[in-house]
């Protein structure tokens, strides 16, 4: 608009300029020569007289600043009139934006609605004493059960483990010093357990461990090879500095085992009480003859599931007869924990 307006200005300068000018033929026209007719000498002044005739005067430079001040209030008021539809434009977008955007936000919060709804609450952690052999309560959560547990679920020298691709060396025999002694018999709600009168030891690497209890597991926790077995003992030993060894006795069937007679004579009638018998337990017919053995560093197989615990797992397995087995079974079909990951840890065993 400012460009045409700017070239109509251009123009109308032009034409005012023109029309000023005298005409070119006026001012150099010749005289007439001396030897015209008289008839044309009379004409000639007629034809200088339509010459001299003035032309219609252009529009005055006053019209002209008229009309472009009009021009310009035009093209003013034309970019009002487009900035206020931009401005409406921009609000109505605005708005259909803000509107989305809180549909979206109640839609997202609907379907959260619906989700909570639908969603069962998380579990709450479990903090307890109780543990078991299975579900909720099994190997798998013990760690989780309670914060003195942890290490059930972290620790990396935990038992029982495969007993595979142990080193074999010349290992110490495991001296045994083990004597008839007072016992008693509890149900304790996991297995069977015999705590054992003081006076019976074993030694091994220079240190002297007393037997503490013994206690059963079916099936055995330990494997050898990836072979497991029917049953297992865990005899217990602690020395004077508060270290543990423990003491592992594979079970197979067989004939039965006269410790083992003992104890299920004298077993209490109901779980956590404790039968005391006016009889003596002789624990070294728990040995078997040949005392060769596997040793390694693990932990208990049961809750806190502390480590630092010297293995020594007998390599030739003791009997007990079919019905000996079944008999604990049908108090303690399953109480074995899952074997551990080796973690990399050496294992010896006699040659």
Known sequence: MRNLIAFFACSLAISTASANDPPAAAKTAPAAPSSAKPGASKAEPVKLAALDTPKPAAPSAKAAAAQALSEADAEAELSAKIAARLALMR????????????????????????????????????????????????????????????????GTRQSPIDLRDGMKVDLEQISFDYKPSGFNVVDNGHTVQVNVGGGNFLTVQNRSYELIQFHFHRPSEERVNGKGFEMVVHMLHKDPEGRLAMLAVLLERGKGNNMIQTVWNNLPLEKLDVVSPNVVLDVAEMLPQRRDYFTFMGSMTTPPCNEGVLWLVMKQPMQASPAQMALFSRMYPLNARPVQASSGRMIKESN
């Open 91 to 154: 609000a109505n977008q605005a708005a259909r934006l803000a509107a989305a955007a809180k549909a979206k936000k109640a839609s997202v919060t609907r379907r959260e609605a619906v989700a909570a709804i639908t969603q069962p609450p998380p579990a709450r952690p479990i903090h307890s004493d109780t543990w078991s052999y299975e579900g909720e309560t099994g190997p798998a959560n013990w760690g989780k059960i309670n914060a003195a547990w942890t290490k059930c679920g972290t």
